[in-house]
């Protein structure tokens, strides 16, 4: 927004050119962003924008004259290629006010030779305001959000989202501390608030890097300014400001405000905006990291759950799919209403792929439309709003027959049905085969469409049979063959005879028709009234051509406008129909089942699979995904699963896996199991894997505390805790004891349902002590000194970690290996009472064995363990042989 005090202070423009005086003039009302100057075929950049931009585009600064005695950087980018650098700015966290020329430098002329052309900046071009599809990320929403924060009320914090590329707008109030699980989930590029706010507010808002956080002044946040803004922008009966609480009509309006600034006064089609919460399962900041559901924790989407689950065809499709993925339902009639709706495509794969066959020709109708609305747009948007509806029509032919439970298929079909066909039947009729990007380069329009169109055109592209005619015409009337017409830049069409032939048409009745113009030594040269008269039709019909063509688009441009709300239901009807069909089409392509879903705690999977790790394997033909089963309901609900196991052993991926099938479940698709049966989840916690955050001063083990504290604060009977590994950046007993504490107060004071993975084995006798506690291991396979992981659940507690075989097999050097299995053997011998006499005499602090020593040891137990085959041994020689072995392995341990 423009700032009113650093637009009190303006340059004084005394000396000046006047173009420069009028870049100061521009320039000062918008000090905040890199001024986009026009200036005939390029957007020109001056002084520090010049340095800024020339450094992140890579462009050449070069000088302009004089200012105050010093040269004027300067660089510039060419107006057809302005995208481009626009996407890189925008990138890079800049901002880009786009000043146009608002007349014909014709016009400028007549008021004197020096006068300036008028410029203005028709656009403020900002990470949250980007409506052009290759500034855009297809597959996520853009999301410009505002937060107002009042220091007195009821209700101190409100935050207000929108993305005006799809008119999504959006309002809710709520406590300071949930502030950055919604930003979160919302995931903006931009943010706007207060200074004040700013200070406030700094610890919850994301980093920088991930989003533009921009401070406006407290006017445009006032309420009262606010409420006017509203008013302004939404009829009394779809939103009456005087409903909503202050802080909240302060977020609404300010982020209105800014939208309206950023457009300067563009017509904006937002909707109806969403009021209040939805009954959403709530994910922190936290989980979502842990659980990748948009992208992994290396910022790419391979590997992350929207990523497994993306068989959209349409980019409306996959952005909702990230918007549910984002915040899925805790309301289980709804729910069920999404489920009926992919069980009844499910049931049909010939309908489901029939729709997502006709769904790859859809166009993206809500960003075509936004741009429309703010006279960006051009034919191609036209033709996209036209195929966007003929799509609608034929899907909901297709998809009519198709029954579900609770008729939400019906619903879609309904919706996308009620095409305006007049609209869609002019738009087909009016535009051509081969459209151009922008309006300005005409030749859009039908050939057919406009009498006086076609007119123009054959006079401009059809000059030359035209002139031809003329010139037979013109030969017979004068009865010299040798006539000709012809063309220079001086004379522009004329008449030419040969100089024998000049007589006969200076003589009557010819010269009445034909006017002379010039002689030459070989020839005359003739006009006529009718070719003067063609010569300026053919001048002007270029230009009156794309006036005309501009004048048919301005009408059917208006007439899509005036169809607005029809067209966004239509499109956010095409939007489900995809990602229905692409959950349908997943879980018939991977043998997902539909959960059971309801208000209970029950938390059953029946053979539950990774989807993630599960597509991996199969895309890398490995082994089949060892598929594992999960009860958390228990006779009262509630129940915690102690999981130990080894390293490698694959706690993480079940812990994960179970958090996933949750979020599936619950945003309305089918699961990898062959049952699930889950009570709606209010929240979910996921504290899986280990990372520091140093540019607040945390270590690894205080996110860690952080994140713990903030589950068990927050967690209720309801919710869904996975934790892996508590306490394991610290001192062991430390640890333990913190461990120890959590698993206790998961129990007893939440309640909640819960999976905790650790290698503190002595926390599993607290299944003898709590009610809901079990113990759950995965299981593992020795031979023959190696460690064979087989990936499944079972019953019971493990009885060693296995760290040490992990480790070889990581490719820890053999005298590291040796050294520690000689450590752990003296620390488990001491921990079963075989020795307490302290650590002065005991081979912790023997000379470590140099690698050349650990490679040609003799070891009488490896040698004795090698020999033996045990397939020949009768059972009286196997029982020998392990008091033989337990002999060896006695006499290793003496030192």
């Known amino acids: 927004m423009a700032d009113k005090a650093a637009a009190d202070k303006s340059p004084d423009t005394s000396g000046m050119t006047p173009m420069m005086a009028q870049f100061f003039e521009i320039k000062a009302v918008n000090p905040n962003c890199l001024l986009f100057y026009r200036m005939g075929d390029f957007y020109e950049l001056f002084f520090e924008d010049a340095e800024i931009a020339s450094r992140a585009l890579g462009i050449t600064l070069t000088k302009r004259g004089k200012h105050q005695g010093d040269d004027i950087p300067m660089c510039g980018v060419p107006v057809h290629a302005a995208q481009d650098y626009l996407k890189k700015l925008i990138s890079l966290g800049h901002r880009v006010a786009v000043c146009e020329q608002t007349e014909d430098p014709a016009e400028a002329k007549k008021r004197g030779s020096k006068s300036v052309v008028k410029r203005d900046v028709v656009r403020l071009v900002t990470a949250g305001t980007l409506t052009e599809d290759d500034l855009l990320p297809a597959d996520t929403n853009n999301y410009l959000v505002s937060i107002a924060l009042l220091p007195h009320g009821d209700s101190d914090l409100a935050l207000a989202w929108a993305d005006i590329s799809t008119g999504e707008i959006g309002c809710t109030e709520i406590p300071e501390a949930g502030l950055s699980d919604e930003i979160a989930r919302i995931g903006p590029a931009e943010i706007i608030l207060t200074d004040a706010s700013l200070q406030a507010l700094e610890k919850a808002l994301p980093h920088p890097d991930s989003c533009q956080i921009i401070t406006q002044s407290r006017d445009l946040f006032d309420t009262e300014n606010a409420t006017d803004r509203i008013t302004a922008a939404y009829p009394a009966d779809v939103l009456d400001p005087t409903s909503l609480t202050r802080v909240a009509r302060s977020a609404l309006g300010a982020l209105i405000g800014y939208v309206a600034d950023t457009q300067k006064g563009a017509s904006i089609p937002l909707r109806s905006p969403q009021l209040g919460a939805r009954k959403t399962l709530i994910i922190d900041a936290a989980t979502r990291a842990s659980l990748e559901l948009i992208a992994t924790n290396r910022g790419e989407a391979r590997g992350s759950l929207r990523h497994c689950l993306d068989r959209c065809v349409t980019a409306p499709g996959l952005r909702l799919l990230s918007a549910r993925l984002s915040a899925p339902s805790a309301d289980p009639v709804e729910i069920e209403a999404r489920l009926d709706m992919v069980a009844g495509l499910h049931a049909d794969t010939m309908v489901t792929d029939g729709l997502r066959d006709r769904l790859k020709s859809v166009p993206d109708m809500a960003r075509a439309l936004t741009r429309l609305s703010l006279e960006r747009g051009g034919p191609r948007d036209l033709r996209a709003i036209g195929g966007a509806l003929s799509g609608a029509e034929a899907l909901a032919g297709e998809l009519g027959p198709v029954r579900d439970t609770a008729g939400g298929l019906a619903r879609l079909a309904a919706a996308l049905s009620d095409v305006p066909r007049d609209l869609m039947a002019e738009i087909d009729r009016a535009l051509g085969e081969d459209l151009p990007l922008l309006t300005r380069d005409g030749g859009f329009i039908a050939k057919g469409y406009d009498v006086d169109l076609d007119e123009q055109r054959s006079l401009s592209q059809e000059s030359r049979s035209v002139i031809a005619a003329l010139q037979a015409k013109y030969a017979e009337l004068a009865e010299v063959k040798s006539l000709k017409v012809k063309h220079n830049n001086v004379l522009g069409y004329f008449v030419e005879v040969p100089a024998n032939h000049g007589p006969r048409l200076l003589a009557e009745p010819l010269n009445a028709t034909f006017i002379h113009r010039q002689t030459t030594a070989n020839a005359l040269r003739f006009t006529t009234t009718e070719l003067a008269d063609l010569e300026t039709r053919i001048a002007h019909s270029s230009a009156a051509a794309l006036e005309i063509e501009l004048a048919i688009f301005a009408n059917l441009r208006q007439a899509v406008l005036d169809e607005t709300p029809r067209l966004q239901a239509i499109a956010d009807a095409l939007a489900e129909t995809d990602l229905t069909a692409n959950l349908a089409h997943i879980a018939q392509t991977r043998n997902y089942c539909r959960p059971k879903i309801d208000e209970s705690l029950a938390f059953d999977i029946d053979e539950g699979r990774h989807p993630v790790v599960e597509q991996m394997l199969e895309a890398a033909g490995e082994t089949r995904f060892v598929a594992n089963d999960c009860d958390l309901g228990g006779d009262a609900g509630g129940a915690l ?26 945003m309305g698709g089918f699961v ?41 604060n927050r967690a209720t009977r309801h919710s869904l805790v996975v934790l892996d590994e508590i306490g394991r950046g610290t001192a062991t007993f430390d640890g333990l004891s913190i461990a120890w504490a959590a698993v206790e107060a998961l129990h007893e004071q939440t309640g909640c349902r819960a999976l905790f993975a650790t290698h503190y084995h002595e926390l599993t006798a607290l299944a003898d002590r709590l009610d809901r506690v079990s113990n759950h291991t995965m299981t593992v396979r020795e031979y023959k000194g190696d460690v064979i992981f087989l990936h499944a659940v079972a019953p019971g507690a493990a009885d060693r970690s296995y760290g040490i075989q992990v480790a070889r097999l990581a490719g820890l050097p053999p005298e590291v290996v040796a050294r520690a299995r000689e450590v752990l053997e003296h620390l488990e011998s001491r921990s079963n009472g075989a020795d307490n006499n302290g650590t002065g005499d005991l081979p912790l602090f023997a000379r470590r064995p140099r690698r050349e020593e650990t490679q040609n040891i003799d070891d009488p137990l490896s040698e004795r363990m090698d020999s033996v085959d045990p397939d020949a041994l009768t059972p009286g020689q196997a029982i020998d042989l392990i008091y033989e072995l337990k002999r060896l392995r006695n006499a290793r341990r003496t030192p």
Request: net charge neutral; hydrophobic share 50%; no cysteine.
């Open 672 to 712: 990898p199991a062959n049952a699930a049966h889950i009570g709606v989840i209010d929240r979910i916690f996921s504290r899986v894997g280990a990372a520091d955050d140093i540019a607040h001063g945390r270590s690894t083990f205080m996110v860690e505390m952080i994140e713990t504290a903030a589950i068990l």
């Open 641 to 666: 699963w102690l999981l130990t196991g080894p390293n490698m052993g694959g706690k993480s991926t079940f812990l994960r896996q179970n958090a996933l099938i949750a979020v599936m479940a619950q």
